[in-house]
């Protein structure tokens, strides 16, 4: 049985500096995402774009849904296993090759996870769950790109 879920947000283009787009450097490419009950998201085109790199742009967006995927999904499959995750970042990257004309791609992006464990028997299978995260996670069974690991796990010291 497949259960669909829906998810919902608005967005509004807030770059119009009284002309529109009457020429390409006639606008910003600042824009809110909004979402019920949440923060909004200030956003924009990437810096090479002409956006405003102190806001987010989609590509930073779609690697960061990556791996907040892939940590929401190894979270839930370490608490299935009995393995005690005390600590979890990553400093995920991606590539996007862009194409004569302007089109582009992602062309992979890689996924750095550093995962500290209660004990040290814990460290081979909280090693190997990455694998089992990546035939898990929406987001990356939902891109045309690899989505590489290259994880690390260490043993909480107690401090």
């Not at 998201?41 to 960061?64: H, K, T, Y």
């Not at 907040?68 to 590539?95: F, K």
Request: aromatic share 8%; net charge negative; proline share 5%.
């Amino acid at each position: 049985m497949t259960t669909n879920h829906s998810y919902e947000l608005s967005l509004r283009w807030t770059g119009n500096h009284g002309q529109g787009t009457a020429g390409y450097l006639a606008y910003s490419r600042d824009h809110e995402v909004h979402g019920v009950d949440k923060p909004m998201i200030p956003g924009s085109s990437d810096a090479a774009f002409r956006g405003d790199r102190r806001r987010w742009n989609p590509e930073e967006l779609l690697v960061a849904s990556l791996s907040q995927c892939h940590l929401l999904w190894y979270l839930h499959l370490a608490a299935e296993a009995g393995i005690v995750v005390t600590s979890y970042s990553d400093t995920p990257t991606g590539l996007m090759a862009e194409e004569r004309g302007g089109a582009g791609r992602f062309t992979q992006v890689v996924l750095r996870p550093v995962v500290t464990v209660s004990q040290a028997h814990m460290c081979p299978r909280a090693q190997a769950l990455h694998h089992d995260v990546a035939a898990k996670c929406f987001i990356s069974r939902s891109v045309n790109f690899p989505v590489h690991h290259e994880p690390v796990t260490r043993v909480d010291d107690g401090s």
